[in-house]
């Protein structure tokens, strides 16, 4: 009889620990009822029948319905929004004036075409360049030219590796 206990007890922490570990990762759109932080609660208040509940009521097979949204071009209120062609030519007309006065607002003095803003290559660096770092003061051991000062020679001619 103790046997039948133990396995059952055994049993029993499994399943909670099954339903404990399938609660806590499940997605909260699929919880049904209550919230899903509430659906631990209960698996881990009510050991075995926290877990029964929640396999049967609180765990969804889909998400809800409400966390689904269509795809913008699905909306008919998005597609209904289509401008014609003469329309759609006269609001592009317009949004590339809108960019030539900004361009000019921009950059004055700089002249424009009628296809828009110059290429950004011809425009010049937006801010100016960084300055050179000064050049470093000659050092007559370290002579420009690679070879090595007159003292530094060796008896052989060739110059002395540092």
Same mark, same amino acid.
């Given at each position: 009889?103790?046997?039948?206990?133990?396995?059952?007890?055994?049993?029993?922490?499994a399943?909670?620990?099954?339903?404990?570990?399938?609660?806590?990762?499940?997605?909260?759109?699929?919880?049904?009822?209550?919230?899903?932080?509430?659906?631990?609660?209960?698996?881990?208040?009510?050991?075995?029948i926290?877990?029964?509940?929640?396999?049967?009521?609180? %765990?969804?097979?889909? &998400? #809800?319905?409400? *966390?689904?949204?269509? $795809? +913008?071009?699905? !909306?008919? @209120?998005?597609? =209904?929004?289509?401008?014609?062609?003469?329309?759609?030519?006269?609001?592009?007309?317009?949004?590339?004036?809108?960019?030539?006065?900004?361009?000019?607002?921009?950059?004055?003095?700089?002249?424009?075409?009628?296809?828009?803003?110059?290429?950004?290559e011809?425009?010049?660096?937006?801010?100016?360049?960084?300055?050179?770092?000064?050049? %470093?003061?000659?050092? &007559? #051991?370290?002579? *420009?030219?690679?070879? $090595? +000062?007159?003292? !530094?020679? @060796?008896?052989? =001619?060739?110059?002395?590796?540092?």
């Amino acid at each position: 009889m103790v046997r039948v206990v133990i396995i059952g007890v055994v049993v029993a922490v499994a399943f909670t620990l099954y339903a404990l570990v399938d609660a806590a990762m499940t997605e909260a759109s699929r919880a049904r009822g209550v919230g899903k932080p509430l659906w631990i609660l209960i698996v881990v208040l009510l050991p075995v029948i926290g877990g029964l509940l929640w396999f049967l009521i609180g %765990k969804g097979t889909k &998400p #809800a319905e409400s *966390a689904r949204r269509p $795809a +913008p071009d699905d !909306d008919p @209120r998005f597609t =209904g929004t289509r401008l014609s062609g003469p329309d759609l030519d006269a609001t592009v007309r317009d949004l590339e004036e809108r960019l030539r006065e900004l361009d000019a607002e921009t950059y004055p003095g700089e002249e424009r075409g009628t296809t828009g803003a110059a290429p950004r290559e011809s425009r010049g660096p937006v801010h100016p360049p960084a300055p050179e770092p000064p050049a %470093k003061p000659a050092d &007559p #051991a370290d002579p *420009a030219d690679g070879t $090595a +000062p007159e003292g !530094d020679r @060796r008896a052989d =001619g060739d110059a002395a590796q540092p």
